[in-house]
């Protein structure tokens, strides 16, 4: 660390590298790369500390759902902090916890009426997994403890949340660390041959999950799996068909299912959750990133009032004692009104069929492109792979082209060979038509 007064001469970006230890980043890599600076935003913009405008492509992390300093969610946090900023969930409840509990309650037709708070997208998992096996032993059937995940999936990266997580560079130094899972093959539609439609590869996916279950369900609490889209594992798409058979077979075989829609619940493929297309609903259902519009830290997990009646009882054991610090805060339940507001004020889902159409003409560049393959859209997220040829080239792809994107004005984050985009529920066709051009010019620049 330097002294405070040398900081003040420095750039804010030069003065975190020296500070701030950054997720997620290798951070010598910065030596090379700039660390951006962002002072303020508006709308879909982010505004750096040169004043420089940026496009924010990917809603900031999948969290921003109508832009940045939105006039509606502002006032509603700022009201609310005229009131309660925090209280302890436990023994105390507040307006905004409740009316927020009963509002996703009603979007989920009751069938997942009990909310559970926490305060990031892993500790919602966490939640879900501890409460899939204390209802297990709840019903006297203690073995039931292992889980299920998918080829691919992403959960987050704390231990519990880690182990069920199949992406490797997040696991691999921290393996001997985590629980034992089992893992199905992923259903991602890419992996069609000539002549095979995506529900054939969502089929045999659900096949391979049918032969575990039938000789190890006396084991397994519940399967998680990321409906429609595993965002993380490079946007693989799938068919609703495959969630169609894992609710059945959770079922034939007492097994919970848990639908982890951090990323793409919020109308994020479309429908306000996304099991909605495959017209089930899971044991448990999880909730973050949009859900407070990008403003404050909230995850939460739903659940059926079986489940939440198996922990009704006398015994303190008997219930289910978890808990963080920030759970429910008010301030975050605040924005998730406000937002869950704008969604029903201003008809989201059904604009966002138009702004997903924009999305598709800004982008039909690539269908056509050759360095490109599988396009794919599913709502608000559309994405597309670069041949592995030109990678070899380019190793450090996904640096290469997030410079470039800056350089064209874009907040753009490769993952892998996938480039995508995921914008706010704010974008008008003109600034997807900038997004559609400017990635392409930044990709012309990284690979000729
Ligand atoms: C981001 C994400 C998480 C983890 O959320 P954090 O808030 O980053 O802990 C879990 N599951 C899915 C599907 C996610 O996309």
């Given at each position: 660390m330097k002294s405070l007064s040398e900081s003040n001469q420095t750039s804010l970006a030069n003065r975190s590298l020296d500070a701030v230890w950054h997720p997620?980043?290798?951070?010598?890599?910065?030596?090379?790369?700039p660390l951006v600076a962002i002072t303020h935003g508006k709308g879909a913009y982010l505004f750096d500390e040169q004043g420089n405008k940026l496009l924010d492509c990917i809603s900031s992390w999948w969290t921003?759902?109508?832009?940045?300093?939105n006039p509606l969610i502002n006032q509603a946090i700022s009201s609310q902090l005229e009131k309660i900023e925090h209280v302890m969930l436990a023994g105390f409840t507040h307006p905004p916890v409740v009316e927020l509990s009963e509002k996703l309650s009603a979007l989920t037709l009751g069938h997942l009426g009990h909310v559970f708070f926490a305060s990031d997208g892993a500790s919602a998992v966490e939640v879900s997994l501890k409460m899939s096996h204390h209802y297990w032993r709840l019903q006297n059937?203690?073995?039931?403890?292992k889980f299920v995940c998918v080829e691919n999936g992403y959960h987050g990266e704390t231990l519990g949340a880690l182990a069920i997580t199949d992406v490797a560079i997040f696991r691999e130094a921290y393996g001997s660390l985590l629980q034992d899972v089992f893992t199905v093959p992923s259903?991602?539609?890419?992996?069609?041959?000539?002549?095979?439609?995506s529900e054939d590869i969502a089929i045999q996916a659900a096949k391979k999950l049918e032969l575990l279950l039938e000789t190890e369900h006396h084991q397994i609490a519940a399967v998680i799996v990321e409906p429609l889209v595993q965002c993380a594992g490079q946007m693989a798409m799938h068919s609703p068909k495959y969630l169609k058979q894992v609710r059945d077979l959770c079922d034939r075989f007492n097994v919970h299912l848990i639908a982890d829609?951090?990323?793409?619940?919020?109308?994020?493929?479309?429908?306000?959750?996304?099991?909605e297309h495959a017209g089930i609903w899971p044991d448990f259902l999880t909730l973050s990133k949009g859900i407070s519009g990008g403003y404050l830290p909230l995850s939460l997990s739903m659940t059926t009032d079986k489940i939440y009646h198996a922990f009704y009882?006398?015994?303190?054991?008997?219930?289910?004692?978890h808990s963080h610090s920030?759970?429910?805060n008010p301030l975050a339940c605040a924005a998730a009104l406000a937002c869950l507001k704008i969604f029903e004020t201003e008809s989201v889902l059904e604009k966002n069929l138009e702004r997903s159409a924009d999305l598709a003409k800004a982008f039909a560049w690539a269908k056509e492109d050759?360095?490109?393959?599988?396009w794919r859209q599913q709502g608000m997220i559309l994405a597309f792979d670069i041949q592995s040829q030109y990678l070899e080239t380019h190793p450090s792809f996904v640096r290469e082209m997030f410079a470039a994107s800056l350089a064209e004005g874009m907040l753009i984050r490769p993952i892998g060979n996938t480039i995508y985009v995921m914008p706010p529920?704010?974008?008008s066709a003109e600034q997807a038509l900038q997004m559609g051009t400017s990635v392409q010019r930044a990709l012309n620049r990284v690979i000729t």
């Open positions: 997620c980043t290798q951070m010598k890599h910065h030596e090379s790369l921003n759902l109508f832009g940045h300093s059937k203690p073995q039931k403890k259903p991602d539609a890419r992996k069609a041959q000539e002549g095979q439609t829609e951090i990323a793409v619940g919020c109308g994020r493929t479309g429908k306000f959750f996304a099991c009882g006398d015994k303190v054991q008997q219930a289910f004692l920030y759970t429910g050759g360095r490109v393959t599988h529920y704010i974008l």
